[in-house]
């Protein structure tokens, strides 16, 4: 497994509708492997290969030990939403310390490939339900930022652009974290 360079905000990948994965073959097993590495390393809970500069309908979710078991996401497509929604913060690990009040259906039926490329079909709620619409937004070129209204949208870009300041580039190395002495 290797932990991959994050693409941050400007990156145009990140803006582009990712291309379906035609066969899971040992190259999208290795990117689902890379992706949970990556995330993990970030401290994340979600991460989709355009996030890795890869164009591919690819993404996992892992929401932490207490929660349901860590999702793979290969061609995902939600059938079915709730019509109650609800607000909550989201932040992303391509717009560090950036985070936004994004109103999400509470619950998701969702059909995809695992990473045998088997089909399964799954129902979510709660947060594990909001991580897997931001990594599906993600495949579509969307950021949580489009689910803003104009005015936070533009607060938050301004105070991106701040914090980008004598920054170049839209790459970030991710450095895991050592593992702690027991």
């Known amino acids: 497994m290797t932990v991959r360079m994050l693409h941050l905000l400007g990156s145009p990948i990140l803006r582009q509708q990712a291309r379906p994965v035609e066969r899971v073959d040992d190259d999208i097993r290795q990117l689902v492997d890379d992706l949970f590495e990556t995330m993990r390393a970030a401290r994340g809970v979600g991460l989709a290969a355009p996030q890795v500069g890869v164009s591919q309908r690819v993404a996992v979710v892992d929401i932490g030990d207490e929660g349901p078991p860590p999702l793979v996401l290969i061609n995902p497509r939600i059938v079915e939403s709730s019509r109650d929604v609800e607000t909550s913060e989201e932040g992303c690990l391509s717009i560090p310390e950036i985070f936004g009040d994004v109103e999400r259906p509470v619950s998701?039926?969702?059909?995809?490939?695992?990473?045998?490329?088997?089909?399964?079909?799954?129902?979510?709620?709660?947060?594990?339900?909001?991580?897997?619409?931001?990594?599906?937004?993600?495949?579509?070129?969307?950021?949580?930022?489009?689910?803003?209204?104009?005015?936070?949208?533009?607060?938050?870009?301004?105070?991106?652009k701040r914090g980008r300041k004598g920054k170049s580039g839209y790459l970030k190395e991710v450095t895991p974290e050592p593992a702690g002495e027991l």
Not at 120 to 141: C, M, N, P, V, W
């Open 108 to 160: 998701i039926v969702l059909d995809a490939l695992d990473r045998d490329g088997k089909p399964y079909r799954t129902a979510l709620s709660g947060f594990k339900a909001r991580a897997a619409q931001h990594e599906i937004d993600h495949l579509d070129g969307i950021l949580f930022l489009d689910r803003l209204s104009a005015v936070k949208r533009g607060l938050l870009l301004a105070k991106w």
